[in-house]
């Protein structure tokens, strides 16, 4: 499918949870064994329609045109240009997969059923925003969510909020 110019990591998104329970108190491993019950129906969470808020490139904000929104089902996530005259169009269809056991959680997301050229990224979901940071293509996933050059950085850096009321 096209990608309305959009760079190859755009493609890859959605999100997954972090850590794992267990360790003493004030541990890393404790703090995340609180939000075990938060992480519980995640990806349910991750199901709807989401718009485009900001999307950064290599540490420079891209100008976007309106109507540009994210769609995760239970398989799939998709970019559609959504205008109000005329039907929306879809930019970009993937597969993803997140796992939240790790911190931050990854997101994975492929264009082949064969799970082949997977782009990799992270993500987060605060209330009704999503962020999500993938690398660049054959690079290292992402550990923060920034971007540009340098150990730890990822390609595209993008902010979603969820359309809808009472979510």
């Not at 959009?6 to 999100?15: H, M, N, S």
């Not at 994210?70 to 205008?83: H, P």
């Not at 597969?95 to 082949?116: E, F, H, M």
């Not at 962020?131 to 902010?159: D, N, S, Y």
């Amino acid at each position: 499918m096209r990608r309305f110019g959009i760079p190859v990591g755009l493609g890859c998104f959605l999100l997954a949870l972090a850590g794992h329970a267990g360790g003493r108190e004030g541990s890393p491993d404790r703090a995340r064994a609180g939000r075990e019950p938060e992480r519980a129906g995640f990806a349910d969470r991750l199901k709807g329609e989401w718009d485009l808020q900001t999307r950064v490139v290599m540490g420079k904000r891209m100008d976007d045109q309106p109507g540009l929104r994210l769609v995760v089902s239970d398989r799939y996530l998709s970019i559609i240009r959504a205008r109000e005259w005329r039907p929306a169009e879809a930019v970009s269809a993937e597969y993803y997969r997140v796992d939240p056991t790790t911190d931050p959680p990854r997101l994975d997301t492929t264009g082949r059923a064969d799970w082949t050229e997977v782009h990799e990224g992270i993500c987060r979901l605060e209330g009704d925003i999503l962020t999500v940071c993938f690398a660049e293509p054959g690079k290292p996933r992402p550990t923060a969510f920034v971007t540009g050059e340098g150990a730890g950085r990822g390609q595209v850096l993008m902010t979603f909020k969820r359309r809808g009321k009472g979510r």
